[in-house]
């Protein structure tokens, strides 16, 4: 266990659904991420929050919309999804934004049909 | 292009052998981590070595790092089934406030 949590861990929609993902981290840490992995590519970023506060955000499309109540607490809603848009998205947490080690959960196996 | 390119990209090797992946980066960096991933789960990381350090070791790992050619190496000492995973490496670039850079990878297959 990395003291990072995601659910659900697969899901599966249609194009026209709406959906969140979920993670908690229960390390203490300030910087939370979103990723996404499709295969056979490097591990792209989508969002970095610092403190609750949005620092960098990856010419991602609008229909991933992030939210980040609290330094624990970090969702990606989904909405009119794209069959290219299935993939492994991971939700890392780090103490601090920048080079420190990230700690990953274990991932959400996303599925558009 | 990207900032860390794994080689090799796939390495199948007999239990008991030692297993050595490469990482070559771009630009200067702050530091290099490699992390370690199990098919379809969360990235681990295993070590992390500054700009300023030449090698360094954890348990049956060892890395090393030369920032003249940009590059760096992760051993792994008599490897073992369970070390069948895929390894990555990132990089803290200098001129990046927020993000490690990635490479795609190298997927490792130790055979029993």
């Known amino acids: 266990e990395t003291g990072v949590t995601q659910t659900p861990r697969h899901l599966v929609m249609g194009m026209t659904n709406k959906k969140s993902l979920k993670c908690e981290q229960h390390?203490?840490?300030?910087?939370m991420y979103w990723y996404k992995q499709s295969a056979k590519k490097p591990l792209e970023l989508m969002f970095v929050?610092?403190?609750?506060?949005?620092?960098e955000n990856n010419s991602v499309p609008s229909r991933f919309s992030p939210e980040c109540p609290n330094s624990s607490h970090l969702f990606l809603h989904l909405h009119t999804l794209q069959p290219e848009d299935s993939a492994l998205y991971l939700c890392?947490?780090?103490?601090?934004?920048?080079?420190?080690?990230?700690?990953f959960g274990p991932g959400t196996r996303l599925t558009v049909t | 292009s990207q900032q860390g390119e794994e080689d090799p990209q796939a390495l199948s090797i007999q239990e008991g052998e030692n297993a050595t992946m490469n990482c070559s980066y771009k630009?200067?960096?702050?530091?290099l981590q490699w992390y370690r991933q199990n098919s379809g789960r969360g990235l681990v990381h295993l070590i992390l070595?500054?700009?300023n350090e030449r090698e360094k070791h954890s348990g049956r790992l060892r890395v090393t790092l030369d920032t003249s050619k940009k590059s760096s190496s992760l051993l792994i000492t008599a490897s073992r089934a369970a070390d069948t995973a895929s390894y990555f490496c990132?990089?803290?670039?200098?001129?990046?406030?927020?993000?490690?850079?990635w490479g795609a990878g190298t997927k490792l297959i130790i055979k029993p």
């Open positions: 890392a947490s780090s103490q601090g934004t920048g080079g420190y080690e990230q700690y």
């Open positions: 390390l203490g840490h300030n910087a």
């Open positions: 929050y610092s403190l609750e506060e949005r620092v």
């Open positions: 630009t200067s960096i702050n530091n």
């Open positions: 070595i500054r700009s």
């Open positions: 990132a990089t803290d670039a200098m001129d990046s406030n927020y993000q490690l850079i």
